[in-house]
């Protein structure tokens, strides 16, 4: 049984920084693309950004690019979402999925909700003004 379980989230100022986790298990982590999303309240999930199995191809969206790093450690089985310089608008539940991409970099549709195969349950992050 395929597990991801997110965790790292809470209540920060803007300016501040968190680190999320997601575990993985249940799979083969290296075959596998890992996707960060995010769902603010009344809004549809977004796409964040994304790291290939290797870990050397990463992708983000601009609103995020520069404050936000994605990493992986494959021997622990768990990716991350290094998030500094929150703003308030970064509020939202933040999700890990999992995209089976064995052997290769992102795909095209990297940013699309339906190319994941697993997904967590969800933290929540809170950005205080």
């Known amino acids: 049984q395929v597990q991801l379980v997110e965790s790292g989230g809470g209540l920060v100022r803007a300016g501040g920084s968190l680190r999320l986790s997601c575990a993985a298990s249940g799979l083969t982590f290296t075959d596998y693309a890992m996707g960060w999303f995010r769902q603010a309240r009344g809004k549809e999930r977004e796409f964040v950004g994304a790291?290939?199995?290797?870990?050397?191809?990463?992708y983000y969206i601009d609103s995020v690019k520069g404050r936000f790093t994605i990493s992986r450690d494959n021997a622990k089985n768990t990716v991350y979402l290094q998030m500094n310089s929150l703003k308030p608008e970064d509020t939202a539940v933040y999700y890990c999925a999992a995209d089976y991409l064995p052997g290769v970099g992102l795909r095209v549709g990297v940013a699309s909700l339906h190319e994941y195969d697993y997904w967590g349950q969800g933290t929540q992050v809170t950005v205080s003004s």
């Open positions: 790291i290939s199995w290797s870990g050397g191809t990463t």
